[in-house]
């Protein structure tokens, strides 16, 4: 456990400066989340641990907070709007072409660890439908051919540069 020690010592360091523990698990979600990419297995147990928190509850938040992932996420996270605007615009073949593309389905992390591909409810950017993000760049009006160009400018590290 001596790695894992220090490995939890910013997040044992964050706990112990709450004032109130009680109510603070989404808080220290966060914190979790924004430290490691991801909230593991041992993440959960550590947190359940240092608050006295059931294990079952914090699994619980996690997978009923989309912001949180018990999976490491890759450098780029593209997210299809699946809302109804971006859907009867076309957003169902454009979810296609990027798991055809990308050889993996919604939830999913390429091998090499470049692309996790999500889908979203609504963006709020309806005028713009159907909308695709890539972290925090905004794609309007995105079209399925423009699936490969996307794969490649994050790919080479262009993002979005001609």
Do not use: W
């Not at 389905?105 to 963006?123: A, Q, S």
């Not at 713009?128 to 790919?155: C, M, N, Q, T």
């Amino acid at each position: 456990m001596g790695n894992s020690c220090k490995r939890f010592k910013p997040l044992e360091d964050y706990i112990a400066s709450l004032k109130v523990k009680q109510g603070a698990l989404i808080e220290v979600l966060h914190y979790a989340q924004d430290l490691y990419g991801y909230i593991g297995e041992e993440v959960q147990e550590y947190i359940a641990k240092s608050m006295n928190i059931p294990k079952a509850k914090i699994y619980g938040v996690i997978s009923f907070y989309s912001y949180f992932s018990t999976e490491p996420k890759g450098e780029n996270v593209i997210s299809v709007c699946t809302g109804t605007a971006c859907f009867v615009r076309g957003a169902d073949e454009i979810l296609e072409e990027f798991k055809k593309r990308l050889k993996i389905n919604p939830g999913e992390t390429t091998i090499d660890g470049k692309f996790t591909l999500n889908t979203l409810r609504c963006v709020g950017s309806c005028a713009l439908a159907p909308v695709v993000s890539v972290g925090d760049r905004l794609y309007g009006k995105f079209k399925k051919e423009d699936v490969d160009k996307v794969i490649r400018e994050f790919s080479e590290g262009h993002y979005g540069k001609n």
